[in-house]
């Protein structure tokens, strides 16, 4: 008696166990993805085949803070601390959400490019190729800032054909949505830099 008791004891802890994971999974804050975007640009219409594409250019490596390679979406404080979001993400890497961008904005601007993607191997490395250190990308009150660092690399020659800093500050709402929108601008401005540079060489 005093076993089947005991077993029906168990039974109900049991239950009451399994009754408390799935509420509590049921409760949980739903998991939000963002990604950055390219900025449109009004040009010409051009047919979309290989025939119109006679540049080829490598993009990267592209480097980011540490404290931002995570898949999180993270928040600066006034007192210089991070908040990292538990419940928004950026749906792919960041580094490679970058170059996306990055070569997308480049694309609209000229629809002769395409980019390839470091690292490239050796029998196709590109004749031009652009780097990108991220050095900061922050959002503080209702600001959103970059500060980065790109070159323009002859890697026949191996040399730097221009190297510059970038620093863009615009203004941003509170949510996440207006966050990775805000950074899309910012790189978008970044690309119209680099398409300046792009311009000048041969």
């Known amino acids: 008696m005093k076993t089947i008791i005991k077993t029906k004891i168990e039974t109900v802890i049991l239950l009451t166990v399994i009754c408390s994971i799935l509420c509590s999974c049921q409760h949980s804050p739903q998991k939000n ?5 390219s900025t449109p640009v009004e040009q010409k219409e051009f047919k979309s085949s290989a025939e119109n594409i006679t540049n080829v250019i490598g993009i990267g490596p592209i480097e980011i803070a540490d404290y931002l390679n995570r898949s999180q979406i993270v928040y600066n404080q006034t ?10 993400y950026w749906a792919e890497p960041l580094d490679k959400g970058i170059a996306r961008v990055i070569a997308l904005n480049l694309t609209q601007q000229n629809s002769n490019r395409s980019f390839t993607n470091f690292p490239w191997r ?3 490395k590109p004749r031009y190729s652009i780097r990108v250190q991220v050095n900061s990308l922050t959002r503080a009150a209702n ?6 660092t790109w070159e323009l690399m002859d890697n026949d020659t191996k040399t730097n054909l ?4 970038f620093i863009r500050t615009i203004p941003v709402e ?3 949505k207006d966050l990775a929108e805000a950074y899309s601008k910012l790189f978008a401005e970044l690309a119209g830099e680099i398409d ?6 041969p």
């Open 143 to 148: 600001q959103a800032s970059i500060f980065a």
């Open 33 to 37: 993805y963002y990604y950055l975007s």
């Open 79 to 88: 007192d210089n601390t991070l908040n990292i979001s538990e419940n928004n």
């Open 174 to 176: 509170s949510s996440a």
């Open 122 to 124: 050796s029998d196709t």
């Open 196 to 201: 300046g540079a792009l311009h000048k060489v």
């Open 162 to 165: 221009q190297r510059r800093n």
